[in-house]
């Protein structure tokens, strides 16, 4: 059973489009970590959040969990074929849970 | 750092047959766990060790999986006998003393392939 639901699944768009991504839990989470994976290679951190409320940017990528820590959204500006990937978020509890992704195609 | 290290990155083999899968964490990590990916169920813990010592195994699917960790650099996951069902992508992660907060570190992952 999936802890957590990311939606939307695939996300295709064109260079130069913003998108924003979801993971949502009914449970609360302790922390909430976000990770990339490109085609043939493991997941990558890129950001963790911990705080309800609490918004962290990288570059064009804004990361925000939400104010009960039970969601967080991944939104990204101007998108470039270079973010294509599989975006993963997982949530903390008393171990760690991935959700299913959201697989992203940016068009150049 | 070399980073996390799984071998072999393919496998393919007939169904009934042993497979092991290896995994040599980043030096002087003390978590290290077994995930496995597929399009249908994405990526799902399968175990993990603390210090060498499996903590969690709920996720192993059935008495065909196995794993060990004889020591602080190194782990193997094995199926036996494998089924097509099997097939996935296998990866292998540590993470240091940073507890729940803490970066995993994973590897590139062993394809499996069970004819």
């Known amino acids: 059973t999936q802890l957590l639901e990311q939606s939307p699944q695939f996300l295709s768009i064109q260079e130069g489009e913003n998108l924003t991504v979801y993971c949502n839990s009914s449970s609360v989470f302790s922390s909430l970590q976000w990770y990339r994976q490109e085609p043939g290679e493991g997941p990558v951190l890129l950001v963790t959040v911990v705080t309800g409320g609490e918004v962290k940017k990288l570059k064009r990528l804004t990361f925000q969990f939400g104010d009960a820590r039970k969601d967080s959204s991944l939104h990204i500006t101007a998108a470039q074929p270079g973010d294509t990937g599989l975006y993963l978020c997982?949530?903390?509890?008393?171990?760690?849970?991935f959700g299913a992704g959201t697989r992203l195609t940016v068009k150049p | 750092d070399a980073g996390v290290i799984q071998s072999p990155r393919h496998e393919v083999t007939e169904m009934g047959q042993e497979v092991t899968l290896r995994c040599k964490p980043i030096s002087g990590h003390d978590y290290l766990f077994w995930y496995r990916q597929t399009m249908m169920r994405g990526l799902e813990l399968l175990i993990y060790f603390n210090n060498n010592v499996p903590i969690d195994d709920s996720g192993m699917p059935e008495d065909r999986f196995s794993a060990k960790m004889p020591n602080a650099s190194f782990s193997t996951l094995k199926i036996q006998p494998s089924e097509p069902r099997d097939s996935a992508v296998y990866f292998c992660?540590?993470?240091?003393?940073?507890?729940?907060?803490?970066?995993?570190?994973f590897g590139p992952g062993t394809r499996l392939t069970v004819l």
């Open positions: 992660a540590s993470k240091g003393q940073g507890g729940a907060l803490g970066e995993q570190f």
């Open positions: 997982a949530g903390v509890w008393d171990d760690m849970r």
